[in-house]
């Protein structure tokens, strides 16, 4: 079936601008995660969207980051005002079921974002 | 607070011989402990998990991993190691929350 899928697939721009990044989980999957994963780093948890509930926004850096999720269904994460410092490829992940059992986390492919 | 070390940043392993890539974790109560993969420019790809039971977990691609709540170790292991095997892999835990902790990752490097 299909898997998680993000787009685009790479993204450059320029400081200051606002970009939008977008990604489409498993049919039926009610739990959304976004990650951050820096050029040798591990991956930084952002933000994550469960069913109605409100999301868990611990994760974002800055006031420049915002997420939204339409239902259980697509998600987008934009970053205003973009820095280099915000070069990084962004995951994007879903999972069937919230709550026990904890149920494993499957991941898109990415978006790999460039600020100039 | 609940983290994931991985103390190796690479691992060099001849083919055909067994490979380990060690993870240790904090957090309190139950871990509940994923290794994933990444090959180049792609995303992660969930290789095995544990959340209870048999304290040796097999996931994909032979790869195995041994839980060891006394070591609060959860190293991956593989009997006889592939170039093809030859990725970035990442241990990570999720604890009360349902984000995942990731460790910083380990290159593993097979040699033919």
């Known amino acids: 079936g299909a898997g998680v899928s993000q787009s685009p697939s790479n993204k450059v721009t320029e400081k200051g601008k606002d970009v939008e990044l977008r990604c489409d989980p498993i049919?039926?999957?009610?739990?959304l995660y976004w990650y951050r994963q820096r050029l040798g780093q591990g991956l930084e948890f952002l933000i994550y969207?469960?069913?109605?509930?409100?999301?868990?926004k611990s994760g974002l850096p800055s006031d420049r980051f915002s997420a939204e999720r339409t239902g259980e269904s697509v998600s987008t994460l934009t970053i205003q005002r973009t820095q280099q410092e915000d070069s990084a490829v962004y995951l994007c992940?879903?999972?069937?079921?919230?709550?026990?059992?904890?149920?494993?986390?499957?991941f898109g492919p990415g978006t790999r974002l460039l600020v100039l | 607070a609940q983290s994931v070390a991985q103390p190796e940043d690479q691992v060099n392993v001849a083919e055909g011989n067994p490979l380990t890539v060690k993870c240790t974790y904090s957090?309190?109560?139950?871990?509940?402990l994923f290794w994933y993969v990444q090959y180049p420019n792609r995303g992660l790809q969930f290789l095995l998990k544990?959340?209870?039971?048999?304290?040796l977990v097999k996931g994909s691609y032979g790869f195995e991993a041994e839980f060891n709540k006394s070591q609060t170790s959860f190293h991956l292991k593989k009997p006889s190691a592939l170039v093809s095997d030859s990725a970035l892999y990442f241990c990570?835990?999720?604890?009360?929350?349902?984000?995942?902790?990731f460790g910083t990752g380990t290159r593993l490097q097979v040699f033919p």
């Open positions: 992940a879903s999972s069937l079921v919230f709550g026990p059992p904890r149920e494993t986390q499957y």
């Open positions: 969207f469960q069913g109605n509930s409100a999301p868990d």
């Open positions: 049919s039926g999957h009610t739990a």
């Open positions: 957090v309190s109560g139950n871990p509940y």
């Open positions: 544990y959340i209870t039971g048999d304290n």
């Open positions: 990570a835990v999720r604890g009360f929350t349902d984000k995942l902790i």
